[in-house]
């Protein structure tokens, strides 16, 4: 029990203070058969709160599953940035230990090396590249180039390795040099079978790894990739310039003269080309630098860095007209900023819509709570009959009225009010916006206010009148503050629906009257960065939740009457 | 109270006609004269227009002929705000946005009171309605009575000469209804102003004025004190609408002076005194108040009329016995009579011999 009166020795017994210690005396109260009576209120309800959620369950689910949850997906690819480090999981890590000064080093073209090879087998190398592109641009072109180019380096051991010995361009050898035999024996089989999948998976001969510790294992990714993807049989497949590049490395760092595997003169003698002074090489930054000289350039390599974590305020950041630097997130340059500019357009057309609509709804709807109920039910009719056409035809309607060529127009210029070499241009701007919006959004502001309205007896303003008020008095001082509730409803009503809108500024808002929503829809189904107009979507949703707190407070929500 | 002619009365209805939909009248030639200090009660079933006469008098409503006077000043073109009436609503109509004394305040502020006099004024008015320490309350927070008391404070803190009060009580219940039927007339009185009360209780119209407007189909059926009313009703639909009574149909046989003999429908021969009959041969309804009859013939006059009754039911109410009759035909004849150690209770079935005094019967139109 909360009581403000708590039981004091300075009241002595009082009813509160006699019924207190009663309480406290016989403990909790029990109902006919001794259980508590909470606990017996408790079961004799739950019945009736089962009921309620078995009513409510099938409208819960799915709004659960078809709009809470897309939602939640949606709003968390705003921070979601797995794609840096799935595709090149290698390259990440190796960029984990550069301090970002400079150029990375040779590791890091390595990794990125074999990285970007294998994505651009696997075809979502292009992906990274778009997504980067966000951050830096040039990056897509840059990875779709490299795609192809990285076989240019390759291509200068494979190109030696041939003209050494021809079985180094043949799928075989390097078949019985990396896999084990029992593989190759069971590939074999199935090959002259001529089936359909079930092809043995690829295993490496034992010896390989330690033997080549980097060409097993590109052959092994080659090799896996080709019975998966290509559902080829490595046996019959040439492998990549990228194994040939593996397998340098391993020759250039280690001596084979004791090795002992399969053809094992013809590593032996591959080994001695290496060794020998006329062998070309090429530096894997400067493989890359040759494929596109950005490579060249630490801005790329920053960028990866800098998107390699998991997750990244990079959406959120672009949203909000800055942008992620190794020194941390800095302001946009300003003929770069758009985002913020954005949304201050729309809350402060939204709030010109809102305020129109007050400005027109308020006379309406006075004059409707005022009139008889026959005339009064009519009339409304003629309020919702806009919601009888559909939204396109309302604002393209707007588009016919208000062009330059349109009825507006044309009878300003019959008037002589405007000249016909200067038609007013009202529509693909704000105004024609502003007017559409408040033209469409008018009812919703209508109706909260006249049902609050309508439950105004008329005897106040007869009351304040009676008293000595003027009508404007009378009006002003008793019946525009009761009505305050209706017009907040409304106006809450009309501004988060017009913060949203995506149609009507798309049809008839040119450049400088589209809302943010516009902007997200073009990221959405356009650019494609998913990513930031989740974080557009984000924004704009703790805006309205914001505003809608602010007004908690500072007008009640209790306070707001829809009916 | 006599009336006072048109030139010094301070409320004055002249002529006065009120159409809504210029196919049927409200209120159809109305003439009153209120004198200053007057407690009037407009008194009438729902629809009879006693609303309406005090609409057009606040201003609400405009007459659509005649004239109505304030001071002997015609009001019909002043706008309601100007015309200085302080006006009691049914529910009070107290703005539920501001406190009670931000209520009371509000005619004072629109008069361009200055602060310091306003607060004195409200404080004036709370406390004479016994609510002084309410100013800070919202109207929501006030039972029923209370809203009653600030209502009626707000009407009065402008210090108006004329109040008007439209059912203010009937959204209380009985006990408080009685409690402040008598505070609103002894505030009245000890201000000394001018009060027009609509309602369509009897028994408040009876207790609380000086004087009963009864109105039915837009007229005034009876202008009088509330004792003249209940006593000498001019008609029959006064006489059925103030308080109970018992009614006997019959044609009137002869008319001399004071008094006139009705032949019932039933065929008893009675005396009545004629007030709206003139002539023999008319029809009449003859009345006479259930208290006026009397069982016991003793208790009457030498030339008490009286007539065979058969008791139906017997009612104990505490205070009085109601007992129900056929007497002449008429099952509903009702007697009261009042519950003293030596009053016989009668029985149903029980054959009795009712009478009363010729003057306590009165012969009235039929219609």
């Given amino acids: 029990m909360t009581d403000a009166t708590g039981a004091d020795k300075f009241t002595g017994p009082t009813p509160d203070n006699a019924l207190r210690q009663a309480d406290a005396e016989s403990g909790p109260v029990l109902a006919a058969d001794g259980t508590p009576l909470k606990k017996s209120l408790g079961r004799a309800l739950r019945m009736q709160k089962i009921r309620a959620l078995a009513l409510i369950a099938p409208l819960l689910i799915f709004v659960l599953v078809s709009f809470i949850a897309p939602i939640a997906d949606m709003l968390f690819r705003s921070v979601e940035n797995q794609i840096v480090s799935e595709t090149l999981p290698r390259t990440t890590e190796a960029l984990g230990s550069w301090d970002g000064e400079g150029m990375p080093s040779e590791d890091v073209f390595e990794a990125a090396y074999y990285d970007i090879f294998i994505a651009a087998e696997n075809r979502i190398h292009t992906r990274l590249g778009s997504r980067l592109n966000y951050?830096?641009?040039?990056?897509?072109?840059?990875?779709?180039?490299?795609?192809?180019?990285?076989?240019?380096?390759?291509?200068?051991?494979?190109?030696?390795?041939?003209?050494?010995?021809?079985?180094?361009?043949?799928?075989?050898?390097?078949?019985?040099?990396?896999?084990?035999?029992?593989?190759i024996a069971a590939q074999e089989e199935w090959d002259a079978a001529d089936e359909e999948g079930g092809m043995p998976r690829f295993q490496l001969r034992e010896g390989a790894a330690t033997a080549f510790p980097n060409a097993a294992q590109a052959y092994l990714t080659f090799a896996r990739f080709t019975q998966t993807e290509d559902e080829d049989s490595p046996l019959e497949e040439e492998p990549w310039s990228m194994v040939h590049t593996a397998l340098y490395q391993d020759l250039a760092a280690e001596d084979y003269a004791s090795y002992d595997g399969p053809r094992a003169g013809m590593v032996q003698a591959a080994d001695e080309l290496v060794a020998s002074p006329d062998f070309q090489t090429v530096t894997f930054a400067d493989g890359f630098a040759e494929i596109d000289e950005d490579w060249a350039t630490p801005e790329i390599w920053q960028t990866i860095k800098l998107y390699s974590p998991n997750y990244t305020s990079g959406y959120f950041l672009n949203a909000v007209d800055m942008q992620l630097t190794p020194d941390g997130a800095e302001a946009r340059d300003a003929d770069e900023q758009i985002y913020l500019f954005l949304f201050k357009r729309t809350l402060f057309m939204s709030l010109v819509i809102t305020f129109s609509c007050i400005a027109l709804g308020y006379p309406v709807a006075f004059l409707l709570s005022n009139l008889p109920m026959r005339t009064a039910n009519v009339l409304m009719i003629l309020v919702l009959l806009p919601f009888w056409t559909s939204l396109l035809v309302r604002t393209s309607a707007w588009k016919v009225m208000l062009q330059q060529q349109g009825v507006i127009n044309d009878v300003l210029v019959w008037l002589g009010l405007v000249a016909?070499?200067?038609?007013?241009?009202?529509?693909?701007?704000?105004?024609?916006?502003?007017?559409?919006?408040?033209h469409i959004l008018l009812p919703f502001m209508i109706l909260p206010m006249y049902s609050v309205m309508s439950t105004i007896p008329p005897s106040y303003l007869r009351a304040a009148k009676s008293l000595g008020a003027t009508n404007w008095t009378a009006f002003w001082r008793v019946y525009f503050p009761q009505s305050i509730p209706g017009i907040g409803a409304g106006s809450i009503l009309v501004f988060i629906l017009s913060i949203g809108y995506y149609i009507t500024p798309e049809i008839v808002g040119g450049t400088t009257g589209t809302f943010i929503s516009n902007r997200i829809a073009y990221h959405i189904s356009t650019s494609l960065n998913w990513g930031l107009a989740a974080a557009l979507g984000s924004i704009l949703l703790v805006v309205v939740l914001l505003l809608y707190w602010a007004y908690d407070r500072i007008v009640g929500i209790d306070n707001v009457k829809l009916g | 109270?006599?009336?006072?002619?048109?030139?010094?009365?301070?409320?004055?209805?002249?002529?006065?006609?009120?159409?809504?939909?210029?196919?049927?009248?409200?209120?159809?030639?109305?003439?009153?004269?209120?004198?200053?200090?007057?407690?009037?009660?407009?008194?009438?079933?729902?629809?009879?227009?006693?609303?309406?006469?005090?609409?057009?008098?606040?201003?609400?409503?405009?007459?659509?002929?005649?004239?109505?006077?304030?001071?002997?000043?015609?009001?019909?073109?002043?706008?309601?705000?100007?015309?200085?009436?302080?006006?009691?609503?049914?529910?009070?109509?107290?703005?539920?946005?501001?406190?009670?004394?931000?209520?009371?305040?509000?005619?004072?502020?629109?008069?361009?009171?200055?602060?310091?006099?306003?607060?004195?004024?409200?404080?004036?008015?709370?406390?004479?309605?016994?609510?002084?320490?309410?100013?800070?309350?919202?109207?929501?927070?006030?039972?029923?009575?209370?809203?009653?008391?600030?209502?009626?404070?707000?009407?009065?803190?402008?210090?108006?000469?004329?109040?008007?009060?439209?059912?203010?009580?009937g959204a209380l219940d009985k006990q408080l209804r009685?409690?402040?039927?008598?505070?609103?007339?002894?505030?009245?009185?000890?201000?000394?102003?001018?009060?027009?009360?609509?309602?369509?209780?009897?028994?408040?119209?009876?207790?609380?004025?000086?004087?009963?407007?009864?109105?039915?189909?837009?007229?005034?059926?009876?202008?009088?004190?509330?004792?003249?009313?209940?006593?000498?009703?001019?008609?029959?639909?006064?006489?059925?609408?103030?308080?109970?009574?018992?009614?006997?149909?019959?044609?009137?046989?002869?008319?001399?002076?004071?008094?006139?003999?009705?032949?019932?429908?039933?065929?008893?021969?009675?005396?009545?005194?004629?007030?709206?009959?003139?002539?023999?041969?008319e029809r009449t309804r003859v009345s006479i108040r259930p208290e006026r009859v009397e069982i016991d013939k003793s208790r009457l006059g030498e030339n008490a009329h009286t007539l065979k009754a058969t008791v139906r039911e017997f009612i104990y109410m505490g205070d009085i016995f109601r007992t129900r009759l056929s007497v002449a035909g008429n099952d509903e004849f009702v007697i009261k009579t009042r519950n003293a150690p030596d009053q016989v209770r009668l029985r149903p079935g029980q054959e009795v011999e009712i009478g009363w005094m010729p003057e306590d019967c009165r012969a009235l139109d039929a219609t």
């Fill in chain 1, 135 to 183: 951050e830096l641009t040039g990056a897509s072109s840059l990875f779709r180039r490299s795609g192809r180019g990285l076989d240019d380096i390759g291509e200068v051991y494979q190109d030696q390795f041939e003209d050494l010995d021809e079985n180094w361009d043949e799928a075989r050898p390097w078949a019985e040099i990396m896999g084990s035999e029992d593989w």
């Fill in chain 2, 178 to 281: 009685e409690k402040m039927q008598f505070e609103i007339t002894d505030l009245a009185h000890r201000l000394g102003i001018t009060v027009v009360y609509v309602t369509h209780d009897q028994t408040e119209a009876l207790t609380m004025s000086d004087r009963v407007a009864v109105f039915d189909d837009g007229r005034i059926q009876q202008l009088a004190p509330p004792d003249q009313l209940y006593e000498a009703p001019e008609n029959s639909f006064v006489a059925q609408f103030i308080g109970e009574n018992n009614t006997l149909e019959g044609v009137v046989q002869e008319v001399k002076g004071e008094t006139c003999t009705v032949k019932l429908d039933h065929g008893e021969i009675i005396e009545a005194k004629p007030v709206n009959v003139s002539k023999a041969g």
């Fill in chain 2, 1 to 169: 109270m006599p009336d006072t002619g048109t030139s010094d009365a301070f409320v004055a209805f002249e002529r006065v006609q009120k159409s809504y939909d210029g196919e049927t009248l409200v209120v159809k030639d109305l003439n009153l004269n209120m004198p200053k200090g007057e407690f009037l009660t407009m008194l009438g079933p729902s629809g009879s227009g006693k609303t309406t006469c005090l609409m057009m008098l606040a201003g609400f409503e405009t007459a659509t002929h005649g004239e109505i006077k304030l001071d002997g000043v015609s009001i019909n073109n002043i706008p309601p705000h100007k015309r200085g009436i302080g006006m009691v609503f049914q529910n009070y109509a107290l703005f539920p946005h501001m406190t009670v004394a931000e209520n009371l305040s509000f005619p004072l502020e629109v008069r361009k009171i200055g602060k310091s006099e306003r607060e004195k004024k409200v404080q004036r008015a709370l406390d004479m309605v016994e609510m002084g320490a309410f100013g800070g309350r919202r109207p929501a927070q006030l039972s029923g009575g209370q809203q009653q008391r600030i209502a009626l404070a707000r009407a009065l803190v402008f210090e108006p000469e004329l109040v008007l009060m439209d059912e203010p009580l």
């Fill in chain 1, 420 to 438: 016909d070499d200067s038609r007013l241009v009202m529509i693909n701007n704000q105004f024609g916006t502003i007017v559409a919006m408040t």
